[in-house]
């Protein structure tokens, strides 16, 4: 089992930053890809950003440019650093941990970024 605790969500204006942190209670490098994803009222949990054991990263269009996920894998912790935020990124946040040949898949409880126009 392995928990994940998101933080770092906030209200913030249009334009602004905000970086979110996901610590893993066990090595993250055991898992093959570690990603971030949102939920809007409403709409269906999607796909933010994606980070592989081997380095790869993945962005979905919407976020491109804008923001960028990181590993440090001695503190056991994820980041997603946002910038220029736009009022369609307003959504709970959640960390994944996915080890597929295990077939172990974990989320965590979430972390609510609202962005004013």
């Known amino acids: 089992q392995v928990q994940l605790v998101e933080s770092g969500g906030d209200l913030v204006q249009t334009g602004g930053s905000l970086r979110l942190s996901c610590v893993a209670s066990r090595s993250i490098f055991s898992a093959n890809v570690m990603g971030w994803y949102r939920q809007a009222p409403g709409k269906q949990r999607e796909l933010v950003a994606l980070?592989?054991?081997?380095?790869?990263?993945s962005y979905a269009s919407s976020v491109k440019g804008r923001f960028t996920i990181s590993r440090d894998n001695a503190k056991n912790t994820v980041y997603l650093q946002m910038n220029s935020l736009k009022p369609e990124d307003t959504a709970v946040y959640y960390c994944?941990?996915?080890?597929?040949?295990?077939?172990?898949?974990?989320w965590g409880q979430g972390t609510q970024v609202t962005v004013s126009s």
């Open positions: 994944n941990y996915r080890n597929i040949p295990e077939g172990k898949n974990y």
């Open positions: 980070i592989f054991s081997g380095g790869s990263i």
